[in-house]
């Protein structure tokens, strides 16, 4: 018997977990920790921002969609991780481990700079559920006493797509309150250039970004590091001042505090270092999911920035982990394989939206080329986005991680989630090699 335990129940552990007990026999023990009763759906949390949906109705209650299911659920926070002993603490209790799948999500660097703590109170942001809810508090309050919106990331913030989601969206809601002339709108982002996303070279992205935020004159500060965050100001590195009433801005992300203080572990942001097959390289006994894995840019900007992992690229992880774990164990007999880290993303601007593809997220370092890269805008993609939320609350609530139907759709688009990794192409990214 195999004790497998995965951290974190949210769109890269709760996935896991149930693509592990379809292929795991009974015999094998899964364990699922979670600081958090409910699984959020996280790329709604925008709409809830802007009180456009109910948190509730992006929410599952994780211990009702495990009931029965055969997997042991532990609602607690990890303080302590042991790879050496193969160990994890939750509060008072050592649960012992076989495989440890670490897909906690990323902590919020609000140290990042003076202002954006939490405690100063002075901004927003949308990356989790109870920050997407006091920035929807915030909103109401803004939207009765309007002023100047700023939107956008600080310096090493990776995940952007939010950030376009929020300041579009906002646009709309305003216009539709007949309050958009009384709110001039700021975008500053430490992109090089809007529409970068953290990947550059996305096709026609950036032309696309651009036109939408010059048609909503929504002013455009890119290149820019905020440096500190005071009552209704934002400064800037090269002295300019940006007034605020209200402001929604992305911080950095980091592992969170176990994992940082665990030795030899992380990198310097708490981020796990993975082989192909998201191992770790020195622990074989623990595999990463989601945010928390380290990627490496695929180029250097003039103000440091992450590379985003998104939903499907998440997705892909935790097919790739459960998988390769099952071949671990010799439930399965098949090559082991790794994420193609291909990506399709949703972004819903109110009346109209972007959808993005980027095949492969990062080029081939050789070429600096994907194989395909494509950006296309209407207002399908906020019906797309809409249908894909519902979809994937669906799968979670049947306990699938990947229906066949899935599966045979993203083949009809070229897509995969996984492929062996003898057909790797091993050189895509300098940290991920090949397991020998």
């Not at 759906?41 to 925008?46: C, Q």
């Not at 952007?160 to 975008?187: C, K, M, S």
Request: glycine share 8%; net charge neutral.
């Amino acid at each position: 018997m195999a004790r497998i335990v995965v951290i974190g129940a949210g769109l890269g552990g709760l996935p896991t977990t149930y693509e592990l007990r379809r292929l795991l026999p009974k015999e094998h023990q899964i364990t699922l920790i979670s600081n958090t009763p409910k699984f959020t759906f996280i790329p709604s949390l925008p709409w809830v921002g802007l009180n456009l949906k109910s948190l509730k109705n992006i929410q599952l209650d994780v211990e009702k969609l495990l009931a029965n299911r055969g997997v042991k659920w532990i609602l607690g926070g990890v303080s302590q991780i042991q790879p050496e002993l193969q160990q994890i603490v939750v509060e008072d209790t050592v649960i012992p481990y076989d495989y440890a799948v670490i897909a906690t999500g990323a902590e919020l660097a609000l140290d990042a700079l003076p202002g954006l703590e939490e405690t100063a109170g002075y901004v927003q942001s949308v990356c989790n559920p109870p920050h997407a809810l006091k920035a929807a508090e915030a909103w109401r309050k803004f939207l009765a006493n309007p002023g100047h919106l700023v939107v956008g990331a600080v310096p090493r913030a990776s995940c952007f797509g939010p950030a376009y989601e929020f300041v579009l969206l906002a646009d709309w809601v305003l216009r539709r309150h007949g309050l958009r002339n009384q709110v001039p709108i700021t975008f500053v982002t430490p992109e090089p250039y809007v529409g970068h996303l953290g990947i550059g070279g996305m096709a026609n992205s950036a032309e696309l970004v651009k036109k939408l935020l010059r048609q909503r004159e929504i002013t455009v500060i890119e290149n820019a590091a905020i440096t500190r965050i005071a009552p209704e100001t934002i400064f800037l590195a090269d002295d300019r001042t940006l007034p605020f009433q209200y402001s929604m801005l992305l911080p950095p992300f980091r592992g969170p505090c176990f994992l940082r203080e665990a030795p030899y572990l992380t990198d310097q942001n708490g981020c796990l270092p993975v082989l192909a097959t998201y191992q770790h390289p020195q622990f074989s006994s623990i595999y990463g999911v989601g945010v928390i894995t380290q990627l490496k840019p695929p180029e250097q900007t003039p103000i440091p920035i992450g590379v985003p992992k998104t939903g499907q690229m998440t997705e892909a992880m935790a097919i790739a982990v459960a998988h390769n774990i099952a071949v671990q164990l010799g439930v399965i007999s098949a090559p082991l394989v790794t994420p193609t880290l291909e990506a399709i993303c949703l972004a819903d601007f109110g009346d109209t939206g972007i959808a993005f593809l980027a095949d492969q997220v990062l080029p081939n370092p050789r070429t600096g080329e994907r194989r395909r890269a494509v950006a296309k805008e209407g207002r399908w993609v906020s019906w797309s986005k809409t249908a894909f939320e519902w979809f994937f609350l669906t799968k979670m609530r049947w306990g699938v991680a990947f229906p066949w139907f899935e599966e045979w759709g993203l083949k009809a688009m070229g897509l995969s989630l996984v492929q062996p990794i003898n057909d790797f192409e091993f050189s895509h990214t300098p940290q991920i090699k090949k397991l020998v």
